[in-house]
């Protein structure tokens, strides 16, 4: 006679492989969350280490002292700071409403034989790598803006009260403005596809519903599209502003790297990204080199900030919502 197992021993088989297959993936899906956290403390605790020789001699006025002199060996890091605020400032100015409006237009108002193309074309400019931008910037991009945009801008803008000192100055070409404009250009296809993927991810009821109550179409955009997708939207642009403040090799090209704060936006200026880039290789001395990797670990704690604010601000969103 044959025995023949009962289904309650079949199944106590089988979930002794099923838990151990589970027990297993629970701790490689552990081991992955630990090794995120174990590689940012580690970067942090290197970059506290290397900052060490820096923060001794100089001390905490090393953050708002402008001087930078390799040969003298005095180091201060407010003019790669600013230079890294304002560049970023003027990506986002100029970003952000150019993301907006091409998300808006495909999803929203573009031909159906356009949609793809474009939806394509941004996939694209996200992909080309940071040095063809500094490439374009300098052989192209500057000289147009030498010998047309800021020109104009110094004679239209450079004499208002105010606002003419950031248009002020001979037209360099390269400087902080063109370094802000490179950056708008790179981060608008990053944001542009966040805010396209997240504005069509609204249910067509909504329109349908608010087009039925009469509203027009920025109307819809304005009060049924924004509203229920200002979370994504919020989140893209805070990585696009992650991406421009770091942003290395394009910015190297046009920001003239001097190591000087001037209040006109078309004067040179540097970031600490593209300080890093220029000097690392040519630091010899010991203090040299640890105020250049205090410079990455000021950059590290603002990006840090920046994203840490925008995840607590997001967070407030959705609780706002319900969420």
Known sequence: MVDIPSSSSRVLQLRGPQHLFDRLFRSATLFFGLFILLLLGGVAVSLVVGSSAAFSKFGLPFLWTDIWNPATERFGALVPIYGTLMTSLIAMVVGIPLSFGVAVFITELCPPVLKRPLSIAIELLAGIPSIIYGIWGLFVFAPFLQAYVQPFLIATLGHIPGLGVLFAGPP???GILT????????????ISSIMRDVFETVPPMLRESAYGLGCTTWEVIWRVVLPYTKVGVVGGIMLGLGRAMGETMAVTFVIGNAHQIRTSLLAPGTTISSALANEFTEATTPVYTSSLITLGLILFFITFIVLAAAKYM???????AGG
Not at 179 to 190: E, K, S
Not at 314 to 320: D, K, P, S, V, Y
């Open 314 to 320: 997001l967070i407030r969103m959705q609780r706002q």
């Open 172 to 174: 360099f070409g390269i």
């Open 179 to 190: 370094a802000g404009l490179i950056l708008a250009i790179m981060v608008l296809p990053f």
